[in-house]
């Protein structure tokens, strides 16, 4: 089952506008990932922010949390036709019971027009 | 390169065949996990080993897959009677974590095609 659901499911934007991703899941967890998938190609992981982390940056990303509205979201500022692909969100459930498994959102996909 | 390597990269079987499927994980990797992506989906959780043993399997759809790591690192998923249903992308993943799950090093995947 998916954990976790984002919105937008798709998303078409300009070289050098940013993009928002947003990602609401359902349980407590210990920490939210962000992944990117090209088309064909497994997932890479982008970062990590654990559940008493409100904000986080890597670079052009920008990672929010909001554990009480239990949502994200993903902003990637000045994108390029390079940052193209899928998005998914990822939750690490609280520990206490649950095994060490990581459940991904339904994705969203990006395409960012040259 | 030392990433994580899953074999057969493309799979075309008849349906009621058997199917194996190979991951070889970073080595070091203790802990080490099977997905699931169906095309426009998001990976679903099938099993996850942690050293030899499955430490959850309940994403496992029904007994005809079943997975195993013998040694601790390479692992096999295997699935029996294929079904048209289990057309997909199976993807492995392995991490170094043993605690708190961290971040996952995916491979490229095996895409089953069941005719």
């Known amino acids: 089952s998916q954990q976790g659901e984002e919105d937008p499911q798709a998303l078409s934007i300009q070289e050098g506008e940013n993009a928002t991703m947003n990602c609401s899941y359902k349980t407590s967890i210990n920490n939210l990932q962000w992944y990117r998938q090209n088309s064909g190609r497994g997932l890479v992981h982008l970062i990590l922010?654990?559940?008493?982390?409100r904000e986080k940056h890597s670079g052009r990303l920008r990672v929010t949390l909001d554990t009480s509205k239990k949502s994200s979201s993903l902003l990637i500022t000045a994108s390029r036709a390079a940052d193209t692909a899928s998005y998914f969100c990822a939750t690490a459930l609280r520990p206490g019971g649950a095994t060490n498994k990581l459940i991904f959102g339904t994705g969203t996909l990006l395409a960012v027009q040259p | 390169g030392a990433g994580v390597s899953q074999t057969p990269s493309n799979k075309v079987t008849e349906k009621g065949k058997y199917v194996e499927l190979r991951c070889d994980p970073i080595?070091?990797?203790?802990?080490l996990y099977w997905y699931r992506q169906s095309l426009g989906q998001g990976p679903e959780f099938l099993i996850y080993f942690q050293g030899t043993g499955a430490a959850d399997d309940s994403g496992l759809p029904n007994d005809r897959f079943f997975a195993v790591r013998p040694e601790g690192s390479v692992s096999t998923l295997k699935i029996q009677r294929t079904e048209r249903g289990d057309s997909a992308v199976y993807l492995c993943?392995?991490?170094?974590?043993?605690?708190?799950?961290?971040?996952?090093?995916f491979g490229e995947g095996s895409r089953l095609t069941v005719l």
């Open positions: 993943a392995s991490s170094p974590t043993s605690g708190t799950t961290g971040e996952l090093f």
């Open positions: 080595s070091g990797h203790t802990a």
């Open positions: 922010i654990r559940s008493n982390e």
